[in-house]
């Protein structure tokens, strides 16, 4: 009898540890994505904005590079639970540095879109921005090697 529960508990523990696995989105993100769309204060910036737009995904670290602005790097916090999907990324360098901003985001086979409201404000409910509101919204394209 003793074996049986022991067995059960397990299985059940077990269980818990793959919702889990399959809840995080960590994985599945990682790689190198091509900027494709942005979005900011409800205008969609021109194709020069997105040249060379390349986000790299390893774990909870990423490097953004975007035109004009250089190479960041910081660490993302992703909630795969919650409806819409978190995101809450800090700036590991440059002037941000140690800045947080809080998004939504979805990963739909291999493309990947975040919306994210500026640092302090509250976390984006939709992947639309509208004027003055601080607020973006990228739209990454897989890299496939």
């Known amino acids: 009898m003793r074996s ?32 494709s ?29 975007l035109a004009g602005r250089g190479t960041a790097t910081g660490t993302q916090k992703l909630n795969a639970q919650k409806q819409p999907k978190t995101i809450d990324v800090t700036a590991a360098d440059g002037p941000d540095k140690g800045v947080a901003c809080q998004g939504i985001y979805e990963l739909d086979g291999d493309v990947f879109r975040v919306a994210f409201a ?5 976390r984006p409910t939709a992947f639309t921005t509208t004027p003055d509101s601080g607020e973006w919204v990228h739209v990454w394209n897989r890299v496939k090697e």
């Open 118 to 122: 500026p640092p302090g404000k509250p």
């Open 4 to 35: 049986v529960a022991a067995h059960s508990v397990i299985s059940v523990m077990m269980a818990l540890v793959m919702t889990v696995a399959q809840a995080d989105d960590t994985e599945p993100l990682r790689g190198v994505w091509k900027l």
């Open 37 to 65: 769309a942005w979005q900011t204060d409800g205008r969609q910036l021109s194709e020069d904005h997105l040249a060379g737009g390349k986000l790299v995904l390893d774990g909870e670290r990423y490097a953004v590079t």
